[in-house]
């Protein structure tokens, strides 16, 4: 429940309870990371000059990680309506 809760307020009251065998397949690790890197970069390549002159493509492919359109799943009841901290919390991560 606190961790879904922490990820979507009020999903956890309006979804459906876990039952015996899903609560004993769930666990949540914690890990600590004492220490971590990453390749972090903005704005365009920095070849060398050398680079430049060779048959090479450079450039940048940006990511983005996006949420889309809720989607219903086809054999929902009918008049069940998107609850509104859904829809609050997708459009947040548009």
Do not use: C
């Not at 990820?7 to 666990?27: F, S, V, Y």
């Not at 493509?57 to 996006?66: E, Q, S, Y």
């Amino acid at each position: 429940e606190i961790f879904t809760e922490k990820l979507i307020p009020g999903r956890w009251a309006d979804a459906r309870m876990p039952n015996e065998t899903e609560t004993k397949a769930t666990h949540i690790v914690s890990v600590p990371i004492d220490l971590a890197s990453a390749k972090v970069r903005t704005g365009p390549p920095g070849d060398d000059d050398e680079d430049y002159a060779l048959d090479v493509w450079a450039g940048v492919l940006p990511m983005h990680t996006v949420f889309g359109d809720l989607q219903a799943d086809d054999q929902l009841k009918e008049g069940i309506e998107i609850p509104d901290y859904l829809r609050e919390y997708a459009a947040s991560k548009r």
